[in-house]
């Protein structure tokens, strides 16, 4: 079984520019996170989805970041414009419903703003 | 809100000597506690976990952990470190609404 997938691996962008990331989760997996993981720190919530539905956002800085969970399937979580602050993993993780606490993660997306 | 620490940033062990990584937890009820491993340029795997029952908490490679409610504590343990256990290990606590609370992160060095 495919785990959670996410593009692109790396990513590096000026400040100011637009930036937007994928994940793909496992099939089935009906709960859908965005994790930001600053550099030595642990991973934080930005968003999760549960199917297309986006039932926890408090976290997510709302005047830049935004994301999308089309079909409830594959997200998008999008940065614009990006500051140097954003720097940063992203880490994008699904659930299955029989497992609450049941995560994947993908390997992450390593964004650099310069 | 919930929170987890991590005490110790870096811990370097020899390989064959026995480990402790520290997490303390502040939370009201009984948590759930997550022991999740991060090696460079990987996702976060999950180690072992405690819901309830028997506090002492069997996991994957050989680890496990200890709930201990008196001191608010879940350390991990593991008898014997081998070389491929050098990591960044982070302890979490389960939040209402499947979300995770991470403590820092504890970077593990294994010295042959």
């Known amino acids: 079984e495919a785990g959670v997938v996410q593009s692109p691996r790396y990513k590096i962008i000026e400040k100011k520019q637009p930036v937007a990331f994928w994940c793909n989760p496992i099939?089935?997996?009906?709960?859908l996170y965005w994790y930001r993981q600053n550099l030595g720190q642990g991973p934080e919530l930005l968003i999760r989805?549960?199917?297309?539905?986006?039932?926890?956002d408090s976290q997510l800085p709302k005047d830049r970041f935004s994301a999308e969970r089309l079909k409830g399937v594959d997200s998008t979580l999008k940065i614009q414009p990006a500051e140097l602050g954003d720097s940063a993993v992203y880490l994008c993780?699904?659930?299955?419903?029989?497992?609450?606490?049941?995560?994947?993660f993908g390997s992450g997306t390593r964004l650099t703003v310069v | 809100a919930q929170s987890v620490t991590q005490p110790d940033i870096h811990i370097t062990v020899s390989e064959g000597a026995s480990l402790e990584l520290r997490c303390n937890y502040s939370?009201?009820?009984?948590?759930?506690l997550f022991w999740y491993v991060q090696s460079p340029g990987q996702g976060l795997q999950l180690l072992l976990k405690?819901?309830?029952?028997?506090?002492l908490v069997q996991g994957i490679k050989g680890f496990e952990a200890e709930f201990k409610r008196s001191q608010s504590s879940f350390n991990l343990r593991k008898p014997s470190v081998h070389w491929s256990d050098a990591a960044e290990y982070f302890c979490?606590?389960?939040?209402?609404?499947?979300?995770?609370?991470f403590g820092a992160g504890t970077i593990l060095r294994v010295k042959s």
């Open positions: 993780a699904s659930s299955p419903p029989w497992d609450r606490y049941g995560y994947t």
């Open positions: 099939s089935g997996h009906n709960t």
């Open positions: 989805y549960e199917n297309e539905e986006a039932v926890d």
């Open positions: 939370y009201g009820a009984t948590p759930y």
């Open positions: 405690y819901f309830s029952g028997d506090t």
């Open positions: 979490a606590v389960g939040e209402d609404g499947n979300k995770l609370v």
